[in-house]
């Protein structure tokens, strides 16, 4: 079975803080995808990264840098220099083969703050 | 442009009658799925499917039906027996196996109630 859990529900911090969202997943697949989306007040899924599941590589994106490891199931997502404009709902997701079939699920979401 | 579009984006529903949720992709995506989000919830996926004419139950898909006839398009039916329909539904594609990418989302469709 495959499971994504994101156990901070909501956070809030000051402008120009360091902010990490944890994601922890489970499933029985060797391959698989992970990624993380921004769900700003408009409702819109905008893609942030997509890793597979033999890339353990850390990656960084200007302000935003993501921390994979297998070892802990876990593929945390930080926000360096927090503004205003992060604030968002944010989701871990999963793809793997269930079955032979591509399921995608996600994560309940954080909810991010940013106070000027 | 390449995209995925949903309509309408607003959809109010009488208690009892069978509403059809629209969602188009032209990415030649071979996997759609279909999600219901709840006010200060999560994606809770309802189906998805990875060819034409065959589809799987996600998690809450009970009240819900799909059809997928063509690779293109993956309407959802939410029906009377789906007792608390209102909330907002986002359809997504997806690129697999060899094509593998992220998933493109539409910008949902808001369903009330009324």
């Known amino acids: 079975a495959q499971k994504v859990t994101q156990a901070q529900t909501e956070i809030s911090v000051v402008e120009k803080e360091d902010v990490t969202l944890d994601c922890v997943y489970e499933t029985r697949d060797t391959t698989y995808y992970l990624f993380w989306y921004k769900q700003p007040p408009s409702g819109e899924l905008v893609f942030l990264i997509r890793?597979?599941?033999?890339?353990?590589q850390n990656e960084i994106s200007g302000r935003y840098s993501w921390n994979f490891q297998k070892s802990t199931s876990s593929f945390n997502f930080t926000i360096t220099a927090s503004q205003v404009v992060d604030s968002a709902v944010y989701f871990c997701a999963l793809s793997g083969f269930s079955g032979g079939y591509n399921k995608l699920i996600f994560g309940a979401g954080t909810r991010l703050a940013v106070h000027p | 442009d390449g995209g995925i579009t949903q309509s309408p984006k607003y959809l109010f529903r009488k208690e009892g009658q069978n509403v059809t949720l629209s969602c188009e992709q032209n990415l030649n995506h071979d996997a759609m799925y279909w999600y219901r989000q709840d006010p200060g919830q999560g994606l809770r996926l309802i189906y998805y499917s990875q060819i034409v004419n065959d589809f799987q139950k996600g998690d809450i898909a009970e009240g819900y039906s799909v059809s997928r006839e063509k690779k293109e398009s993956f309407p959802l039916t939410v029906t009377s027996a789906q007792k608390n329909p209102t909330a907002f539904y986002l359809c997504?594609?997806?690129?697999?196996?060899?094509?593998?990418?992220?998933?493109?989302f539409g910008q949902g469709t808001r369903l009330t109630v009324v």
């Open positions: 997504a594609s997806k690129g697999v196996g060899a094509e593998d990418t992220e998933a493109f």
């Open positions: 890793r597979n599941s033999f890339d353990e």
